[in-house]
């Protein structure tokens, strides 16, 4: 029977190096340069072996966006057709162990065989927030967009929840909460059925040359923001010194979130499901020809239903 052996007893052994390329309070500074040239996008390098699964990141998220949360109207209205699901969340608003519509950030535990022995790892897991995005590119209603730092978001006063940016994105992150949003005004029955829900990479902090909330309360330095160009040179750099392995420089055609594991990434056994992406190669969805073509094709209508949506919303707000 194989034993166990702990994060930190692993990582005195074979990955002492990491420590050498961890980054001290640089963060914020480039956090703050970036906000203010937008010269290039930011890139989050997370290491892998440095997460103890404490879960201050989570609940930090939830203090910073829970003004952004979902505050559904209920009976919800009955939707044509029928199979259209119901997602509601409002009741589960504390569960911590996956994505959902309250919940944008989880640790995700992975186990990995290292020497006959077994390795215990926690992932903090996200919005990988792509340099191509599907959900941006496919999104119908203009509700998906893409900020000149990287980030991708979901403006939820625009977004009618028809899920496309679930579908069409590798790793199934949006989630759904029904009863909210401009769909109860204008198609309650037929149009989306509520809002989707992501990480937003706390854009507002961003904005205003501040760290992510996760980024900030995390207490072994587990994460790093910056420049694309600096980020995946030091990821290279982490991997090299530890054995390590990295894991978003090219899945979906690269990603603005790269994480480094002491392990190869197709050895880690994780516990997966709904809301819980797995951390597999995946496609690069906007290579296909067919996504290509929609993307042309879906572009100047969903520029002008999220003109329409905006409008509408700033008239009902001056009523």
């Given amino acids: 029977m194989a034993s166990k052996i702990s994060r930190r007893a692993f990582l005195k052994g074979s990955f002492t190096a990491a420590g050498s390329v961890a980054v001290s309070s640089s963060v914020v500074k480039a956090a703050a340069s970036l906000a203010k040239e937008e010269t290039e996008p930011l890139v989050t390098l997370i290491d892998i072996s440095k997460c103890i699964g404490c879960e201050e990141c989570v609940y930090a998220c939830r203090e910073s966006d829970v003004a952004k949360y979902p505050a559904p109207e209920k009976p919800f209205p009955k939707m044509f057709p029928k199979r259209v699901p119901v997602q509601d969340w409002s009741d589960k608003r504390d569960e911590t162990d996956r994505l959902t519509p309250y919940n944008w950030l989880f640790i995700q535990p992975a186990t990995a065989m290292v020497n006959g022995e077994e390795l215990e790892l926690t992932i903090p897991r996200r919005c990988m927030h792509c340099e191509n995005p599907p959900c941006v590119k496919l999104c119908p209603w203009g509700a998906a967009k ?9 403006d939820a006063d625009i977004c009618l929840g028809g899920s496309k940016c ?19 005004d204008i198609l309650p029955s037929l149009a989306g059925n509520g809002v989707m829900y992501k990480c937003d990479r706390c854009y507002q902090r961003l904005e205003k040359g501040e760290t992510p909330a996760c980024i900030e309360i995390c207490p072994e330095n587990v994460q790093t923001i910056g420049p694309r160009s600096k980020m995946i040179k030091q990821a290279h750099a982490l991997a090299k010194q530890t054995g390590g392995y990295i894991y978003g420089e090219t899945e979906n055609g690269g990603t603005n979130t790269l994480y480094v594991s002491p392990v190869s990434f197709d050895q880690l056994i994780l516990e997966t499901g709904k809301g819980q992406p797995a ?28 003109a329409f949506g905006k409008f509408y919303k700033r008239v009902k707000e001056e009523d």
Avoid at 169 to 180: A, H
């Fill in 146 to 154: 893409q900020e000149p730092n990287g980030l991708s978001r979901i």
């Fill in 166 to 184: 679930k579908a069409v994105c590798p790793w199934n992150v949006p989630q759904r909460q029904t009863g909210v949003g401009l769909y109860l």
């Fill in 279 to 306: 951390m597999e190669e995946v496609e690069n969805m906007m290579a296909d020809g067919s996504n290509l073509a929609r993307a042309m094709l879906i572009a100047p209508i969903a520029g002008a239903l999220a």
